[in-house]
């Protein structure tokens, strides 16, 4: 069973702490995504989990075996990075068959593997060119062919698609999920997207300053976050938050919102118990704020963004709070217009 267990696990560059005691359990077969802002310790983490890295403290075990000792060419994993670290002068065939030679498999067996890494990525007709007659998005093909020969206990992928143009970026997102359904391989994967994450994900680790904020799968993750980072982090257009103050407590949620009352009653409490006058945030999402005429929440629009399928409305309140209404309608909104909303209560969040 290709298991990945990580128990109070801490790296420190000096006197950096860049991972916080990160305890992760990855079943076997799981698509795990870390996804977090630039710098939170996702690329790190996989690199320990990887080899290329040395823990400070803690205990990495893949496949019930402890590795922090072993070398990354003995831990069962194959890794595919950002950059696709292709050789220029060898051929697409034995750049997928140079690991394996290294090794001793016999021809015949390196033959068969990449045949058959070839033909699940759709390559065949490549493997004769070398890297400079391939695109961006078949050069990572290749890279990731040359991962599935090693038949690794565990794939990881280290920002795979961030060299790519967005149509390929969304075509090999597409091949890496199908690939991951026909292999059913255990795969932890690092993004900064949270598109990415949300596609691919069984489960999500949402990480920020070495430390995991939450872990789940993308739809509790979106609807359940368990603090404002990650319901601010989640989600496109990201959710608003306005300040305000609870004046009803927990199981009352009436509050004062920019100024205005406004009656959140269902809206979920996050942060705990709050009592009446403690300062909170209240969290909307742009697609379930609702246009009303007579609705408690106001601004003036700064910007629409008409994007065919939906309409992204940037406004900003009186208290100077910027935030967004999205619509898959098509909406008669001129910049600089007053617009107010109502919104659906049992979707809102109070932090």
């Known amino acids: ?32 995504v870390f996804v977090g802002p630039s710098g939170c310790g996702k690329s790190t983490l996989l690199r320990l989990i990887a080899g290329l890295e040395n823990l400070t403290s803690g205990q990495i075990s893949i496949a019930d075996k402890l590795v922090m000792d072993l070398p990354p060419s003995k831990r069962g994993i194959a890794m595919v990075f950002q950059s696709y670290a292709l050789y ?15 090794q001793g498999v016999s021809k015949a067996d390196i033959n068969d593997r990449v045949q058959a890494a070839a ?26 062919g040359r991962a599935i020969v090693r038949n690794p206990d565990v794939f990881l992928f280290d920002e795979p698609l961030s060299n790519l143009d967005a149509a390929l970026r969304h075509d090999t997102r597409v091949e890496i999920a199908k690939l991951h359904n026909q292999l059913g391989a255990t795969t932890i994967y690092v993004t900064h997207d949270q598109v990415e994450a949300m596609t691919l994900a069984d489960k999500i680790v949402v990480l920020k300053d070495g430390e995991v904020m939450q872990v789940g799968s993308p739809m509790d993750l ?14 496109s257009p990201k959710m608003n938050f306005f300040d305000g103050v609870l004046s009803g407590g927990a199981g009352s949620e009436q509050g004062e919102f920019e100024g205005q009352d406004v009656n959140a009653s269902g809206a979920r409490l996050v942060s705990g118990d709050k009592a009446q006058g403690d300062a909170v945030k209240l969290g909307i999402r742009p697609q ?43 909406l008669d909104i001129a910049n600089g217009q007053e617009v107010s909303f109502s919104f659906n209560a049992a979707a809102a969040h109070i932090f």
């Open 1 to 32: 069973m290709a298991q990945v267990a990580l128990i109070g696990v801490n790296k420190s560059f000096g006197n950096v702490n860049v991972i916080r005691d990160i305890d992760l359990q990855i079943d076997d077969g799981e698509f795990v």
């Open 88 to 102: 220029p002068h060898m051929t697409v065939f034995n750049n997928m068959a140079f690991s394996l030679d290294l």
């Open 119 to 144: 033909t699940i990525l759709q390559m065949e007709h490549l493997l004769d060119r070398r890297p400079a007659a391939l695109s961006g998005g078949q050069r990572q093909r290749v890279a990731i």
């Open 222 to 235: 979106f609807n359940f976050p368990a603090n404002e980072f990650v319901a601010g982090f989640l989600g």
């Open 288 to 330: 379930h704020l609702i246009l009303d005429d007579n609705g408690p929440l106001k601004g003036k629009a700064t910007l629409v963004e008409r994007l065919g399928t939906e309409t992204v409305v940037e406004l900003i309140s009186d208290k100077q709070t910027s935030f967004r209404f999205a619509s898959p309608e098509s």
